[in-house]
T-cell receptor, first 121, second 110 residues
Framework: GAVVSQHPSRVICKSGTSVKIECRSL??????MFWYRQFPKQSLMLMAT?????????EQGVEKDKFLINHASLTLSTLTVTSAHPEDSSFYIC?????????????????FGPGTRLTVT | QKEVEQNSGPLSVPEGAIASLNCTYS??????FFWYRQYSGKSPELIMF????GDKEDGRFTAQLNKASQYVSLLIRDSQPSDSATYLC??????????FGTGTRLTIIP
């Protein structure tokens, strides 16, 4: 259980174009999904929190108009990198929050998708 | 002071031995604690989570949490070469956002 998929796994695009990345929770419903970016030899950096049916919450320093997030259903969130530039080249990873435990003591675990490697030329 | 600290390693352990990975955190309000494994070029994989003080065992993995000392550890018994990876410690508070350590690179020597 708790499988998260991402598509595409790799994408190469030209500078100035836009790229859409999809994140799906395959066997559970995720009201909350997260988008991360990871540069080589660095830790994951949270970009935004995506809640189903509402606007995403962006971390400080992340441009919301450049990184458009849509969470239209309980199993799908999308990240669109608009007007991509070479400095946007990175490994983009989504995660979905799964809820377990009892109603009084719920617990939340985040499961990560396989990531999307974006290269902007 | 970083919110979540890990020894960056590399930590080298002979095959079959116990690997011990440590993590400290600064926010006493931290509620949930996670260990992720990340192979080079891949995304993190959740291997253990723990919420209460004490030990939690799952197969060859044991997570240990000491909230008084703000310390969480991961023990890997009977280490295998396939365990060679970067291990990320992560904690959440009431916000549910994961705060990651920088990771410990573990190498299992055959």
């Amino acid at each position: 259980g708790a499988v998260v998929s991402q598509h595409p796994s790799r994408v190469i695009c030209k500078s100035g174009t836009s790229v859409k990345i999809e994140c799906r929770s395959l066997d559970f419903q995720a009201t909350t999904m997260f988008w991360y970016r990871q540069f080589p030899k660095q830790s994951l950096m949270l970009m935004a929190t995506s809640n189903e049916g509402s606007k995403a919450t962006y971390e400080q320093g992340v441009e919301k108009d450049k990184f458009l997030i849509n969470h239209a259903s309980l199993t799908l969130s999308t990240l669109t990198v608009t007007s991509a530039h070479p400095e946007d080249s990175s490994f983009y990873i989504c995660s979905a929050r799964s809820t377990s435990g009892s109603p009084l003591t719920p617990s939340y675990e985040q499961y990560f998708g396989p990531g999307t490697r974006l290269t902007v030329t | 002071q970083k919110e979540v600290e890990q020894n960056s390693g590399p930590l080298s352990v002979p095959e079959g031995a116990i690997a011990s990975l440590n993590c400290t955190y600064s926010d006493r309000g931290s509620q949930s604690f996670f260990w992720y494994r990340q192979y080079s070029g891949k995304s993190p994989e959740l291997i253990m989570f723990i919420y209460s003080n004490g030990d939690k065992e799952d197969g060859r993995f044991t997570a240990q949490l000491n909230k008084a000392s703000q310390y969480v550890s991961l023990l890997i018994r009977d280490s295998q070469p396939s365990d060679s990876a970067t291990y990320l410690c992560a904690v959440t508070t009431w916000t549910e956002k994961l705060t990651f350590g920088t990771g410990t690179r573990l190498t299992i020597i055959p």
